[in-house]
């Protein structure tokens, strides 16, 4: 609560509810193929991850905004077919806005959205990772987290580099 009484937050530059997403990629690092496991954990969740989270805080009319970064091993076209706004290496002033501002975020497996994260007034889908939850963040279920599991070990086998 003392760092949230710290921040100025932007007012929602759109009155509909909105899911902000970040979808941790952009670095040769982020493929399920050449990602290393860290602290037990590794980096790269499939794009399949984020659509279920999105599913679970979905409510009609709402707004999805993604943020993320090239390149990818996944493409964004499932998600511009959904109609969510897909932005690709934006500047982090504007990402960060919308996430603070925004009435869910679903969090990657990354620093970059901890911050936002920690001072977000809102609903935070948290997946397990090196840095832990606050309590007031949800949690992904452990079914969610087993879907995930099966679905990277096929991503893997899709792009020949098996499953470990």
């Given amino acids: 609560e003392f760092l949230r ?11 509909r509810f909105t899911i902000a997403v970040h979808i941790r990629r952009g670095r040769s690092y982020d493929s399920p193929c050449t ?14 991850h984020y659509q279920r989270l999105i ?15 090239a390149p990818s091993v996944e493409d964004f076209d499932d998600f511009r077919k959904r109609g969510y706004e ?9 990402a960060w806005k919308t996430m603070v501002s925004s009435d869910v975020l679903i969090m990657s ?6 911050i ?25 279920s452990n079914e969610l987290l087993k879907a ?7 991503l893997k086998g899709q792009l020949g580099c098996g499953t470990e």
């Fill in 55 to 69: 599913d679970v805080a979905m409510r009609p009319g709402a707004r999805v905004v993604i943020y993320s970064h």
């Fill in 109 to 114: 497996r990354s620093m970059f959205t901890l």
């Fill in 116 to 140: 936002p994260a920690l001072v977000h007034k809102g609903r935070v889908l948290y997946t397990p990772f090196w840095e832990k939850p606050i309590d007031s963040w949800d949690v992904a």
């Fill in 5 to 15: 009484s710290k921040v100025a937050f932007p007012p929602k530059a759109d009155n």
């Fill in 148 to 154: 995930t599991n099966e679905e990277l070990d096929e």
């Fill in 86 to 94: 897909v932005h690709i290496d934006e500047d982090v002033g504007e």
């Fill in 35 to 48: 990602a290393k496991m860290q602290h037990g954990y590794l980096r790269y969740l499939p794009n399949s």
